[in-house]
T-cell receptor, first 114, second 118 residues
Framework: DQQVKQNSPSLSVQEGRISILNCDYT??????FLWYKKYPAEGPTFLIS?????DKNEDGRFTVFLNKSAKHLSLHIVPSQPGDSAVYFC?????????????FGTGTLLAVQP | GAVVSQHPSWVICKSGTSVKIECRSL??????MFWYRQFPKQSLMLMAT?????????EQGVEKDKFLINHASLTLSTLTVTSAHPEDSSFYIC??????????????FGPGTRLTVT
């Protein structure tokens, strides 16, 4: 049962254009969402996060949008750069308990063409 | 800040032997550490969660006697793969968080360890 889904396994965009990565979730108890960037054979790097009480969070070229009613979030990268080429994972945090466990999506491979 | 290291970065071992992987938080106290494994072109699958000084909590389907986790200090957690088999070959990644910090939801990941069992 995949609680966090990224339906696009890959995305290709031109340098300078906008990259939009999408993520859907099924568990309405998730209260915190994060985006990570990952290169092959490396650990994920934290990019940006958003609390369920917000619908938008912006950090430089990265903006995350959250639509709670649709259980959907997206990551916008503007402008896209070749160095942004990597696999992007969205993750959601499970409410409750002593630890903040993350549930990861399946990832989207972004390729930014020069 | 928030640097997590893993050692070794890659290891090859023979079937039946045990392998220990270390995860260290270098510049913060990791009250909680997580161990993941990732198969090629797949997502990160959480194996277990460990709090410093406590027994690890394993996810459904993960054998706790095979994947021994120790979190003896606020900066070190170890994962030991016992009696390794070729199907244990994978990319193992640890992460750390400080559940007492304001940004406690954020996990900081190590660079991963590639395990190959022959």
């Amino acid at each position: 049962d995949q609680q966090v889904k990224q339906n696009s396994p890959s995305l290709s965009v031109q340098e300078g254009r906008i990259s939009i990565l999408n993520c859907d979730y099924t568990n309405s108890m998730f209260d915190y969402f994060l985006w990570y960037k990952k290169y092959p054979a490396e650990g994920p790097t934290f990019l940006i996060s958003i609390s369920s009480i917000k619908d938008k969070n912006e950090d430089g070229r990265f903006t995350v949008f959250l639509n709670k009613s649709a259980k959907h979030l997206s990551l916008h990268i503007v402008p896209s750069q070749p160095g942004d080429s990597a696999v992007y994972f969205c993750a959601a945090s499970v409410v409750g308990g002593a630890t903040n466990k993350l549930i990861f999506g399946t990832g989207t491979l972004l390729a930014v063409q020069p | 800040g928030a640097v997590v290291s893993q050692h070794p970065s890659w290891v090859i071992c023979k079937s039946g032997t045990s392998v220990k992987i270390e995860c260290r938080s270098l510049d913060f106290q990791a009250t909680t550490m997580f161990w993941y494994r990732q198969f090629p072109k797949q997502s990160l699958m959480l194996m277990a969660t460990s709090n410093e000084g406590s027994k690890a909590t394993y996810e459904q389907g993960v054998e706790k006697d095979k994947f021994l986790i120790n979190h003896a200090s606020l900066t070190l957690s170890t994962l030991t793969v016992t009696s390794a088999h070729p199907e244990d070959s994978s990319f193992y990644i640890c992460s750390a968080s400080n559940s007492l910090a304001p940004s406690s939801y954020e996990q900081y990941f190590g660079p991963g360890t590639r395990l190959t069992v022959t």
